[in-house]
């Protein structure tokens, strides 16, 4: 899942389980395995069954041949996101030791990285405290290469997201999307309504683009600074 081309356009990275670290129920002696140790929290979802493998990131080149795994272990990797030389790639992954045991950490819950055009800073949409799932979204960045993080939404009291719910839709493409290197576009949920804003990261303002009485769940940008977006 989650297909991604490299700025190049010569590589691909994607998501996908791997046999390598994928846990087996220990056996019996009677040489097929009648229970199982539960280590996890989270072990089974419907429709997939018990969670015996792990997500992880990949490259293969686009022209077809051999698929490179990039990273390992008994975490889930997602959400890929190329840096604009090619020479990296940010994902999301929960790596605390005690992910296995705790289903509501205390820290954070962030999501959709993407690079800035000159690759020096990271944006990302999240909150901290990750139990809390009613606070807002915000929209956040962070140097490359590490640092501090700055919440450039915190005075903004709406949700950077699309949060509308529907029985027959699966979701939206929440990644922001860079207009230059001092300001985002992104979604923004209010009163049933899902619209586009400019998000200035040197003033931290938030300002509408696109509004109206619908929900946008998707936009991007051309060469020519025009805006596309899916909505209904």
């Not at 994928?22 to 019996?28: S, Y």
């Not at 795994?69 to 030389?85: I, K, R, S, V, Y």
Request: charged share 20%; aromatic share 8%.
């Amino acid at each position: 899942s989650a297909p991604v081309w490299s700025p190049s356009g010569h590589a691909i990275a994607f998501v996908s389980e791997s046999e390598a670290d994928a846990e087996e129920a220990p056996m019996t002696n009677g040489g097929q395995a009648d229970e199982r140790i539960i280590r996890h929290i989270r072990y089974r979802f419907d429709g997939k069954g018990f969670l015996e493998r792990y997500a992880h990131i990949w490259t293969i080149p686009a022209g077809g041949g051999e698929a490179v795994q990039l990273t390992e272990g008994d975490a889930n990797d997602a959400q890929p996101a190329w840096a604009p030389d090619g020479h990296s790639i940010a994902f999301v992954s929960n790596r605390r030791p005690d992910r296995g045991q705790s289903s509501a950490n205390d820290d954070a819950r962030f999501g959709d990285p993407v690079y800035s055009p000159d690759g020096t800073r990271i944006a990302f949409t999240g909150h901290l405290d990750f139990g809390a799932v009613g606070r807002n979204v915000a929209l956040w960045t962070v140097p490359a290469g590490g640092g501090d993080m700055v919440n450039h939404s915190a005075t903004h009291d709406r949700s950077l997201s699309d949060s509308g719910m529907s029985d027959v839709f699966v979701g939206s493409e929440t990644r922001p999307v860079w207009l230059n290197t001092e300001t985002l576009l992104t979604l923004c949920s209010t009163e049933g309504t899902a619209s586009i804003v400019a998000v200035d990261l040197a003033e931290n303002t938030v300002r509408t683009v696109i509004g109206g009485k619908r929900r946008i769940v998707s936009c991007a940008t051309t060469a020519d600074d025009k805006i596309v977006f899916v909505a209904g």
